[in-house]
């Protein structure tokens, strides 16, 4: 995969009003998200492949990959770019067997060993978390600023910062060698989409840009 595609990765809330679900997520890719990941746990599968199917309208329109938690068979009734899986999801060689190797895989990992272990079975990028507490996910693992440099360090593939980051701590995350910031609240919760996209952007670029 392109490296450059996780540099602003965002990752959507559950879906309460579409019509405003969807006009954050395109608000969001005028300001800039590079990668959007659709996360939809409890939806039934009908229901989560017609928001998958309008949601991959508004990425491909601009140009930006689609990737589809868990759910290998939403990824692929719609052809988008890939899946992101967790810890006690899919296992990822299974996963990669499934779906060949021109999809994207990422995974989920919170220590040296669960990434060593992804790049082993196939993964494309790691998501590295959660760097902050958040509500999005109850029970999330702490990932503190020096485990992502360890993680980094052990694995060949790129790693995105994941977790409670918003526009006032994002940059504290200078230093780092990731290759991005994956946020969920800080845009899908904005009161301006776009303008958030934007500014955190222009924050990543300067964390990954940092010598």
Known sequence: MNTSDLELYLVTNPLEDEDKFLNTIEESLKGGVTIVQLREKDKDTGD???IAVKVKEIT?????PLIINDRIDIMLAIDCAGIHIGQSDMPCNIAR??????????VSAHSIAEA???QEDGADYLGCGAVYPTKTKKNANHVPKEML????DSVDIPIVAIGGINLENAMNLAGTD?????VVSAIMNAENPKKASEKLLEISKN?????
């Open 48 to 50: 989560f492949y017609n």
């Open 60 to 64: 491909d329109k601009y140009d930006v």
């Open 97 to 106: 067997e499934m779906i060949g190797n021109e999809k994207i895989i990422g």
């Open 116 to 118: 060593k272990k992804a």
């Open 149 to 152: 440099n360890d993680i980094a």
């Open 178 to 182: 990731i290759a991005g910031l994956c």
């Open 207 to 211: 964390i990954i840009n940092e010598d």
